[in-house]
């Protein structure tokens, strides 16, 4: 019943910008945190960022912090990632995940997944 589908990747340059959407439905938004994942080609998936239930509450990768936000628009059921200052190494497919109740970046604790979307970042 619940279901996160991603959008917003694409092709950017070193330095550029991004916004990924993450559309929630089936599901009581308030209820549940939401993190966004990536792995890249060859690699296990690492968690970059998750946002608590209310939106008050986040966390950040190392990798990524200050040059990411994440934020929540529980009306809307839709989070979003705003990934600045991009590099190549933040090449992956980016996932959205929800747990009920639950901010971790480790994906084992995510039970519900999107698809993905990709993000490529190359000059």
Avoid at 48 to 77: H, L, M
Avoid at 89 to 118: H, I, N, R
Wanted: charged content about 15%.
């Amino acid at each position: 019943q619940l279901q996160l589908v991603e959008s917003g990747g694409g092709l950017v340059q070193p330095g550029g910008s991004l916004r990924l959407s993450c559309a929630a439905s089936g599901f009581t938004p308030d209820y549940y945190a939401i993190g966004w994942f990536r792995q890249a080609p060859g690699k296990e998936r690492e968690g970059v960022s998750c946002i608590s239930g209310s939106g008050g509450s986040t966390k950040y990768a190392d990798s990524v912090k200050g040059r990411f936000t994440i934020s929540r628009d529980n009306a809307k059921n839709t989070v979003y990632l705003q990934m600045n200052s991009l590099k190549p190494e933040d090449t992956a497919v980016y996932y959205c995940a929800a747990a009920m109740g639950t901010m971790s970046l480790l994906p084992q604790f995510m039970p519900y997944w999107g698809k993905g979307t990709l993000v490529t970042v190359s000059s």
